[in-house]
């Protein structure tokens, strides 16, 4: 079967970097093609979501994030903030499972490096979080000014983010092909993630005797820290971000592992 190393599972991505590269503008393209305004609606469906969360939550509800905020617009820019870093992981989470049964035609070909899959789903995905970021810093420039300096950090802070999508993404990749009503749990689990994330509410609105518990969500914390560096101007807490980072790598090299054993049985399933 092979044993695999702690950075192996980072071996598809050089090894096949123009093929990943390939798969994920064409993935992107799919996305857009044939439509009116082809890769412009990668821009209007953050600005349309920006705007829906600015009328509900600004006019409507008149929210506040916490008790510093004194202009209920910055809301909408905290809560954007966290469903596009939120939905990097979500996004290819959710796609996981049927992820080789979505492409059977390649399984079928048995030497065909199916771990790659969920780097083109993940790249895919990275762009939409790109775009998605670039509207944000537009917005934050207008409704709060200039961001900071620490805004430089995010990069880091996404480390953990990419690392846990993949261990988590490997594994429900692996574990789709034999129990298909994986998906339909993964749903369910990702959505309830979202609700219990500071994206909506700020972490300290958690009664302190729940605090602990909480933050065994690891996007409690993650989320937390992007909107230090994003809009508080501070660095994030490096020492949680380090055991993160490492974490999420014990869980990208698991994932990687769990798929790699299980691969050789994709045909016959498939």
Request: positive net charge; hydrophobic residues 55%; glycine residues 6%.
């Amino acid at each position: 079967m092979g044993i695999y190393g702690p950075f192996d599972f980072l071996r598809p991505i050089w090894r096949y970097g123009p093929l990943v590269r390939g798969l994920a503008r064409r993935k992107i393209e799919l996305r857009y093609r044939g439509s009116l305004l082809g890769f412009l609606w990668a821009v209007v469906n953050p600005l349309l979501l920006l705007a829906v969360y600015t009328f509900v939550f600004s006019i409507v509800f008149k929210a506040r994030w916490g008790d510093a905020s004194s202009n209920t617009t910055e809301f909408s820019l905290y809560l954007f903030s966290g469903i596009i870093l939120y939905s990097v992981f979500a996004e290819c989470v959710n796609e996981a499972p049927s992820l080789m049964l979505q492409n059977s035609a390649f399984v079928k070909q048995h030497r065909f490096p199916l771990e790659i899959l969920l780097w083109v789903s993940l790249l895919a995905t990275l762009f939409n979080f790109a775009v998605g970021m670039t509207v944000l810093m537009v917005f934050h420039f207008f409704v709060l000014g200039l961001p900071p300096v620490s805004a430089i950090y995010l990069p880091l802070i996404m480390v953990p983010v990419i690392l846990m999508t993949l261990g988590v993404g490997w594994l429900l990749a692996a574990l789709g092909v034999f129990l298909r009503d994986i998906t339909q749990v993964v749903g369910v689990l990702t959505t309830a993630l979202l609700f219990l994330s500071p994206i909506f509410y700020p972490a300290s609105r958690i009664p302190e005797h729940w605090q602990a518990q909480y933050f065994l969500n690891p996007f409690a914390r993650i989320i937390e820290m992007s909107k230090v560096v994003l809009f508080q101007g501070a660095e994030p807490a490096w020492v949680p971000l380090a055991v993160m980072s490492l974490a999420g790598w014990a869980m990208a090299w698991f994932g990687y592992i769990c798929f790699m054993k299980f691969k050789p049985a994709f045909a016959d399933v498939v």
